[in-house]
């Protein structure tokens, strides 16, 4: 199975910047995407990016979620198994728990991992 630790989370001001950070171990070898998922207060966690990885039959692509898109960047880090989450122009709508998340697909099966959640609080 694949673990998920997501880091990086705070308290920022308005227009203001983070960077989230998810550090993946266990069976790590073969995850095929990984991306980021939010919830806000009284709201249903929603996508806010994914990335995925290039294969035989497709290449690799990165998606973000209209609300996001010139705001927020996704990138991976496969040397240190780290997904990175950075934020920018944040507003208080972007408050919110955010969530990593990891998927291996194999012939067979498809494996979903969650981690546990950091809080990003955007407020002056």
């Known amino acids: 199975q694949v673990q998920l630790v997501e880091s990086g989370g705070g308290l920022v001001q308005p227009g203001g910047s983070l960077g989230l950070s998810c550090a993946a171990s266990g069976s790590i070898f073969s995850i095929n995407a990984m991306g980021w998922y939010r919830q806000a207060p009284g709201k249903q966690r929603e996508l806010v990016a994914a990335i995925t990885s290039a294969g035989i039959t497709s290449a690799g692509n990165i998606t973000y979620a209209d609300s996001v898109k010139g705001r927020f960047t996704i990138s991976r880090d496969n040397a240190k198994n780290t997904l990175y989450l950075h934020l920018s122009s944040l507003q208080p709508e972007d408050t919110a728990v955010y969530y990593c998340?990891?998927?291996?697909?194999?012939?067979?099966?498809?494996?979903?991992?969650w981690g546990q959640g950091t809080q990003v609080t955007v407020s002056s």
């Open positions: 998340t990891a998927r291996r697909w194999f012939p067979h099966k498809v494996y979903d991992y």
